[in-house]
């Protein structure tokens, strides 16, 4: 929202804002609660989506922008439609944003089936890929992964790569984590995405394996931004030696 974005704004230590996701449609996300503490600065997170649509960037992203000032905006956006993310890139190509396309977001679901994630299927993140890349023009364009097998990584490091992207963001929350805990369910949905300290040293495997990929690649000059478990100086000097060149923090700013 505006007022998030105004938030961040006033804080010294950061040049750019993500605000989002957002999908095409408003959604009112799962029934809370949808965030809880499970450890020392370990989160479960399911809060699907919450977000006012594409309509609210409409009426909201001139005020967004504005309220940013000399920071970077970033709207990040994800897909629950064929369809969605080529009629959100279309609008948003006109303003000096970062548009970053959340592949990673386990928290969806329907009919209680959980949607699966795009990054974990090489066909359906390229499709993914081939609708954003087609409507982009020149915005910036940033991809948003879960932690990925080591089976996988490569490809989808490459597919990014040929098709232009500007940035990886690895990794969200660790996918398909239970809510229950000592035989009490934390949340209303039986899995959600883990987040904060626990998720640090995967995270920064993450990072490193990335990096190794994009050193190797002829010609690849995407940013690597790092986040997971970014709790402290410390750990932003660790992703930087891991090879990221910015961190983005989730739930320590909350």
Same mark, same amino acid.
């Given at each position: 929202t505006v007022e998030g974005v105004r938030r961040f704004a006033e804080l010294d230590a950061i040049s750019e804002i993500?605000? &989002?996701?957002?999908?095409?449609?408003?959604?009112? $996300?799962?029934?809370?609660?949808?965030?809880?503490?499970? &450890?020392?600065?370990?989160?479960?997170?399911?809060?699907?989506?919450?977000?006012? &649509?594409?309509?609210?960037?409409?009426?909201?992203? /001139?005020?967004?922008?504005?309220? /940013? $000032?000399?920071?970077?905006? !970033?709207?990040?956006?994800?897909?629950?439609?064929?369809?969605d993310l080529s009629v959100m890139t279309a609008f948003l190509k006109d303003y000096p944003v970062t548009l970053e396309v959340n592949t990673s977001c386990p928290n969806v679901w329907h009919a209680g089936v959980q949607k699966p994630l795009t990054c974990h299927d090489p066909d359906a993140f390229e499709r993914t890929l081939a609708e954003v890349t087609d409507a982009r023009d020149d915005l910036r364009l940033a991809m948003k992964l879960s932690p990925l097998p080591d089976t996988l990584r490569e490809k989808i490091i490459r597919l990014c790569h040929a098709y232009g992207i500007d940035e990886i963001v690895t990794m969200n929350t660790r996918p398909n984590m239970s809510t229950i805990k000592d035989g009490k369910q934390l949340l209303l949905v039986p899995v959600a995405g883990l987040s904060g300290h626990a998720i640090a040293e995967e995270a920064l495997e993450e990072i490193r394996k990335t990096r190794n990929i994009l050193d190797?690649?002829?010609?690849?000059?995407?940013?690597?931004? $790092?986040?997971?478990?970014?709790?402290?100086?410390?750990?932003?000097? !660790?992703?930087?030696?891991?090879?990221?060149?910015?961190?983005?923090?989730g739930s320590y700013a909350f």
């Open positions: 993500t605000a &989002g996701s957002f999908t095409l449609r408003a959604r009112t $996300g799962n029934k809370e609660p949808t965030f809880t503490e499970v &450890g020392p600065g370990t989160y479960l997170n399911a809060s699907g989506l919450p977000n006012g &649509g594409l309509v609210y960037l409409e009426e909201n992203i /001139a005020a967004m922008i504005e309220t /940013a $000032g000399a920071k970077r905006l !970033r709207i990040s956006i994800a897909p629950i439609e064929p369809g190797s690649t002829t010609g690849a000059s995407m940013r690597l931004i $790092g986040c997971g478990g970014i709790d402290s100086p410390a750990m932003v000097r !660790r992703m930087e030696e891991a090879g990221a060149d910015a961190v983005q923090v």
